[in-house]
């Protein structure tokens, strides 16, 4: 596990905004997986050399055109999931730089494994589901959320998820994002545009600090930071995939978070029957 300080996460080829000072936050660390004992199962990333950050980044802000996204924010969800590694290959079999399920891509119409190892595939795939998300919540921070924890478990937990290991990963992406559109992280017009209150306590949110009925090792769907004790699922095969996230996060309590409880009762009645 590595210690980052999200302030200082930017893309260095556009320059940086002056914001506040945002507390140290854990990011999960990209492991080659595959080459971990008893991992023969989990995708395997090919010999070839990967391209260029230039290319990547080429890449990335065609892909983000063609889906009409905001570049900063996949920018800012790329260098959480994979800092921009075509060849990441998580714990749970989450591929590439957005770390797309196999079982998820099938859903997007990619069938081979080996595919989400190229960079377009893998970005196309990624950001039709990020699209789909936010077009379904009408919120950057909540579609975030969703994206690592589950839809399941977003709109389970009344818009606003506990699992440590969320928090720490949207307060991550969210204030990367905000830094490049020059905002303060935490103040009103931060939340009028990301649709959530983002706190110094989601960086410093502990797996102590218990989420969905579990302990602290994983997170929604085990992101490798931390596990919860439930059905033996990840938080990728769930986040990425529309019918996973409906099975998985099925048959569980939320747990609460005082940090994030006002958030939960403000947004209970969005998430909650037909009030979403």
Do not use: C, W
């Amino acid at each position: 596990m590595k210690t980052v300080d999200a302030a200082a996460v930017v893309d260095p080829a556009e320059p940086s905004a002056s914001v506040a000072e945002v507390p140290e936050v854990v990011v999960e660390p990209e492991i080659d997986a595959a080459k971990q004992p008893g991992s023969a199962i989990l995708p395997r990333p090919p010999d070839a050399s990967t391209p260029s950050r230039a290319a990547l980044t080429t890449m990335v802000e065609r892909s983000a055109k063609q889906h009409r996204l905001d570049l900063d924010l996949v920018h800012a969800l790329i260098r959480a999931e994979s800092a921009y590694d075509p060849h990441a290959v998580s714990h749970a079999g989450a591929v590439g730089l957005m770390q797309v399920m196999p079982a998820t891509a099938v859903d997007y119409g990619i069938a081979s494994v080996d595919a989400l190892f190229d960079p377009s595939t893998n970005l196309d795939t990624g950001m039709r589901h990020l699209k789909r998300l936010l077009d379904k919540y009408g919120s950057i921070g909540h579609a975030v959320m969703a994206y690592n924890a589950g839809e399941g478990a977003l709109e389970r937990s009344g818009g606003f998820v506990t699992y440590p290991e969320t928090q720490r990963y949207t307060h991550a992406v969210i204030v990367a994002y905000l830094r490049k559109k020059g905002i303060q992280p935490y103040t009103a017009q931060a939340r009028q545009l990301v649709g959530i209150d983002v706190t110094p306590a989601m960086a410093r949110a502990s797996s102590g600090e218990k989420g969905k009925g579990g302990s602290s090792t994983g997170v929604a769907e085990a992101s490798g930071v931390e596990t919860l004790e439930r059905a033996p699922v990840t938080r990728l095969s769930s986040r990425l995939a529309p019918r996973l996230s409906r099975r998985s996060e099925s048959g569980s309590d939320v747990g609460s978070m005082p940090a994030g409880q006002s958030i939960v009762n403000q947004n209970r009645a969005r998430f909650s029957g037909d009030g979403r």
